[in-house]
């Protein structure tokens, strides 16, 4: 079956330290994934996605995921964070098995603090 | 310019009232999508519509009535909904159907009273 999960349901980081954002999946072959940020009562943002290629995927505002394909993951990350990033992060697979349909996870609330 | 514009962005209704979402999106994608999101949880998909035929329909009840006028245009019918039906709606589009990234208006906060 196809699946992503978020184990953290929160992520508290201090201002200006790198953060990571944890992300794993299960597909049937290739893998399409996302990340989005959702700002309170806002739409989904699109931030960025691996396809193919690099492994390392840079996005929107100073984010970046990294793909690993052994550990099926697929984190964002970035170098130093702002209290501004403060939202609820989204991964995100295309459900390859006939409707590509997106399948979310449920969500990491990251937290930076001042 | 990746806009997907909702409107109302709010919306208060009684369970015996009628009312419509509506989404439009100029970036010439001609795939659309409509998803319910309640509050903390990740968005669920309800409808999908691929250069203006229904694609997808998630199994949404009746009471719901998606309608594409043109390319360009999403609508969704509401019709004798129940307050458990309160909740964000968020419309999407994309270039193709299926295809890689799926681009979000901001959504439109419904609550049935």
């Known amino acids: 079956a196809q699946s992503v999960a978020q184990p953290e349901d929160q992520v508290n980081v201090a201002e200006g330290n790198p953060l990571t954002v944890k992300c794993t999946y299960s597909v049937s072959g290739n893998p399409y994934l996302f990340w989005y940020v959702q700002y309170p009562n806002r739409g989904l943002q699109f931030l960025l996605k691996?396809?193919?290629?690099?492994?390392l995927v840079k996005g929107s505002y100073g984010f970046e995921a990294e793909f690993n394909k052994s550990q099926t993951s697929f984190h964002l990350k970035k170098p130093s964070a702002l209290v501004s990033d403060s939202a609820l992060y989204f991964c995100?697979?295309?459900?390859?098995?006939?409707?590509?349909?997106?399948?979310f996870g449920t969500g990491t609330r990251l937290k930076v603090l001042a | 310019d990746t806009e997907v514009t909702q409107t109302p962005k709010h919306l208060v209704m009684g369970m015996t009232n009628k009312k419509s979402l509506k989404c439009e999106q100029h970036?010439?994608?001609?795939?659309m999508y409509w998803y319910k999101q309640k509050a903390k949880k990740p968005p669920e998909l309800m409808f999908v519509y691929s250069y203006e035929k229904l694609s997808i329909n998630e199994s949404v009840p009746s009471r719901f009535s998606p309608e594409c006028p043109n390319s360009s245009l999403l609508n969704l019918h509401l019709h004798a909904l129940q307050p458990e039906d309160s909740a964000l709606y968020l419309c999407a589009s994309s270039q193709e159907y299926p295809t890689d990234t799926q681009y979000f208006g901001p959504g439109t906060r419904l609550t049935v009273l």
């Open positions: 995100a697979v295309r459900d390859e098995s006939g409707t590509y349909k997106y399948i």
């Open positions: 691996y396809i193919t290629g690099d492994n």
């Open positions: 970036m010439g994608h001609r795939a």
